[in-house]
């Protein structure tokens, strides 16, 4: 049975604190299936996963990593380049052909690192994996890819899904482990939010504001910087530095004509956020702006209700 929503965004993956910890929570959110592991999961107790996540938002914000682990690689030539091939999020609208360059870059790279005796059954195991990740079965996923990443530990598609896998599951100092090698193998900065989120559920709050600062100097997309943002937000007001939060956040919530997803996503978590300093109206300013654009974003009737 589902519990009751908590407050957050539709951004990545994971899970969030307790109700009202931090602006990262607004980033996190957890599937059914790692709220139900159970003790044995690897839970930090202190976390609670949340489930008010869009299920279609989480597998398409999972395509990345997904489709650089894929073994259907299609045939391309040289007019075949794509942006999935640089490591850095594909628009939206690009995403099948990101895909299928992500397949190819990865592919490369698995030849790197696996003996061609064995390439075929180890690429057959991590679409396994990658199936089992789409479908938000992460303990299957986890047992699959452990020994992909003991095999072959160079391969930086197999470090970054079982990174995003473990820490689906909530497993914060391994996640962070498989990440950061991702992070040493590609020097990406696609996985920098995840990562800092790691740091952040460890109390290891120095890492999180050197991860926000190199996403922010690289800039890889709008939605990734915002991603980041949330979370070296949710840092702050972990420390209790709530005014340095939502000065952060302040920064990028301005007022848009056509808001996106992650527009929606920082007004929401800056309102949280005003709402824990004592500032209702600005607070129900930003819920109901909130409102106005998607009127079932997550709890924002109820938040709007609560401040009446």
């Known amino acids: 049975m589902r519990g009751p929503r908590r407050w957050g965004g539709l951004a990545r993956r994971g899970a969030g604190r307790a109700v009202g910890t931090g602006a990262s929570d607004a980033w996190r959110a957890a599937s059914p299936q790692s709220r ?3 003790p044995g999961a690897g ?14 938002e989480l597998r398409d914000e999972a ?5 650089r682990s894929r073994s259907d690689r299609p045939r391309r030539d040289s007019s075949d380049a794509d942006p999935g091939d640089s490591g850095q999020r594909p628009r939206r609208g690009a995403r099948d052909k990101a895909k299928a360059g992500a397949s190819a870059a990865a592919d490369d790279n698995l030849r790197g690192n696996v003996a061609p005796n064995r390439l075929d059954r180890f690429e057959s195991r991590l679409k396994d994996a990658s199936d089992a990740f789409r479908r938000e079965r992460y303990e299957d996923a986890r047992r699959i890819l452990r020994p992909l990443a003991e095999q072959a530990p160079g391969a930086s598609s197999v470090r970054e899904l079982f990174g995003l896998t473990l820490y689906r599951l909530g497993r914060w100092a391994q996640a962070k482990r498989e990440l ?4 040493t193998q590609t020097g990406s900065t ?12 460890l109390g290891h709050y120095a890492e999180v504001e050197e991860l926000w600062e190199e996403l922010r100097e690289a800039s890889p997309s709008a939605e990734l910087v915002a991603e980041g943002r949330i979370v070296a937000a949710g840092a702050l007001a972990d420390q209790g530095r709530l005014r340095d939060a939502i000065t952060l956040l302040e920064a990028a919530a301005k007022p848009t004509r056509r808001p996106m997803l992650h527009h929606l996503r920082m007004a929401y978590a800056l309102a949280d956020l005003y709402e824990r300093a004592g500032d209702l109206p600005r607070a129900r300013e930003l819920f109901g702006r909130v409102a ?12 709007l209700r609560a401040l009446r």
Do not use: K
């Open 63 to 67: 395509a990345g990593a997904v489709g």
């Open 292 to 303: 106005a654009t998607d009127e079932d974003f997550v709890d924002v009737q109820a938040r």
């Open 43 to 56: 839970h930090d107790p202190s976390w609670e996963p949340e489930e008010w996540i869009d299920e279609g």
């Open 180 to 183: 950061e090698a991702f992070r």
């Open 190 to 201: 696609e996985q920098h939010p995840v990562l800092a989120d790691c740091s952040r559920a």
């Open 36 to 38: 139900d592991a159970g």
